[in-house]
């Protein structure tokens, strides 16, 4: 099992990295009780592989407990921390491969972060950021020293940690690409569809409605297919979104947009787009780009 343990400071993203390694497939755990770390492993060596990549949040949460209602806070047993390396490594002689990732900032970015988010720190006893800060980051040292990867995402954008944590677990040195994309066929009469991030009108194109032997059919069907395709507007369309798609989308993907919903639209949604829709997402395809085609409108 490959296994990426998540720590370091509080407000130093280690959220959004585990949202990065679960676009990624691995298994997410946020703040787990650093005492359930050997049951948790025993549990998914026994799940006959079904879990094959586990990403776990492992930080000074777990040592803080609250008392009083809440107003104030006490640490619990801090030795847990120093006794996680220890850990890790006999996960490591058992066989699976073991990543401690220690993310930090410097102080100020980390104050700067909880007082844009007006959260307050774990370990803030007497209210202030700035001792919370102090007295976490003295008790990480140890995980510090253990990691295998450290991080300083004091300049990093939520984009650039996703990229630098993909780029690192996804088993490639290249661009993760994790865009998905949807072609979707709709009608203009039934409303606009509220998912699409990109919306093309193809009503220019002659109707096949129209055509008397072709108006009960769909887009889906070869003859309805060939005659939108075919026709000189429906190929300069394709011609000069093709570039744009191509432009586009690396730009989106870069951007750490997970999903893109491309909307193709006619008058009732029940030919010119579905033929279109579903020549664009051969288009992507060959370009390795993941599309999926979902006619909104076709039965209606």
Same mark, same amino acid.
Do not use: W
């Given at each position: 099992m490959r296994i990426v343990v998540l720590t370091g400071m509080s407000g130093s993203g280690k959220s959004?990295?585990?949202?990065?390694?679960?676009?990624?497939?691995?298994?997410?755990?946020?703040?787990?009780?650093? @005492?359930?770390?050997?049951? *948790?492993?025993?549990?998914? %060596?026994?799940? #006959? =592989?079904?879990?094959d990549k586990l990403a776990l949040v492992i930080d000074a949460r777990?040592?803080?407990?609250?008392?009083?209602?809440?107003?104030?806070?006490?640490?619990?047993?801090?030795?847990?921390?120093?006794?996680l390396p220890l850990a890790l490594e006999a996960t490591?002689?058992?066989?699976?491969?073991?990543?401690?990732?220690?993310?930090?900032?410097s102080p100020e970015v980390l104050a700067r972060r909880y007082s844009e988010? @007006?959260?307050?720190?774990? *370990?803030?006893?007497?209210? %202030?950021?700035? #001792? =919370?800060?102090?007295?976490?980051?003295?008790?990480?040292?140890?995980?510090?020293?253990a990691a295998t990867t450290r991080l300083d995402t004091s300049s990093m954008s939520v984009h650039d940690l996703k990229r630098e944590i993909q780029a690192t677990f996804a088993g490639t040195t290249g661009n993760v690409r994790q865009l998905s994309v949807t072609v979707l066929s709709f009608g203009f009469k039934h409303g606009l569809p509220a998912e699409a991030d990109l919306v093309l009108d193809v009503r220019f194109i002659p109707n096949p409605y129209f055509v008397e032997e072709l108006r009960p059919l769909t887009g889906r069907d070869e003859v309805v297919a060939?005659?939108?395709?075919?026709?000189?507007?429906?190929?300069?369309?394709?011609?000069?979104?093709?570039?744009?798609?191509?432009?586009?989308?690396?730009?989106?993907d870069q951007e750490g947009k997970a999903y893109l919903t491309l909307a193709i639209g006619c008058t009732g949604g029940r030919h010119r787009s579905v033929a279109l829709a579903g020549e664009?997402?051969?288009?992507?395809?060959?370009?390795?780009?993941?599309?999926?085609?979902?006619?909104?409108?076709?039965?209606?």
């Amino acid at each position: 099992m490959r296994i990426v343990v998540l720590t370091g400071m509080s407000g130093s993203g280690k959220s959004n990295a585990l949202r990065a390694l679960e676009d990624i497939g691995y298994y997410c755990i946020d703040n787990l009780p650093i @005492r359930l770390l050997d049951k *948790l492993l025993e549990l998914f %060596s026994a799940s #006959s =592989g079904e879990v094959d990549k586990l990403a776990l949040v492992i930080d000074a949460r777990s040592l803080v407990t609250l008392k009083g209602g809440g107003d104030t806070r006490d640490l619990l047993a801090p030795g847990e921390l120093e006794a996680l390396p220890l850990a890790l490594e006999a996960t490591r002689q058992a066989g699976h491969e073991v990543s401690l990732v220690f993310l930090d900032s410097s102080p100020e970015v980390l104050a700067r972060r909880y007082s844009e988010t @007006r959260r307050r720190h774990p *370990l803030s006893a007497d209210g %202030s950021v700035q #001792s =919370g800060i102090a007295v976490e980051r003295a008790l990480l040292e140890p995980l510090q020293q253990a990691a295998t990867t450290r991080l300083d995402t004091s300049s990093m954008s939520v984009h650039d940690l996703k990229r630098e944590i993909q780029a690192t677990f996804a088993g490639t040195t290249g661009n993760v690409r994790q865009l998905s994309v949807t072609v979707l066929s709709f009608g203009f009469k039934h409303g606009l569809p509220a998912e699409a991030d990109l919306v093309l009108d193809v009503r220019f194109i002659p109707n096949p409605y129209f055509v008397e032997e072709l108006r009960p059919l769909t887009g889906r069907d070869e003859v309805v297919a060939k005659y939108v395709l075919e026709r000189p507007e429906a190929k300069t369309f394709l011609e000069r979104l093709g570039p744009l798609l191509e432009f586009l989308i690396p730009q989106y993907d870069q951007e750490g947009k997970a999903y893109l919903t491309l909307a193709i639209g006619c008058t009732g949604g029940r030919h010119r787009s579905v033929a279109l829709a579903g020549e664009i997402a051969r288009f992507l395809a060959v370009r390795g780009i993941r599309a999926q085609v979902r006619h909104r409108d076709v039965d209606r």
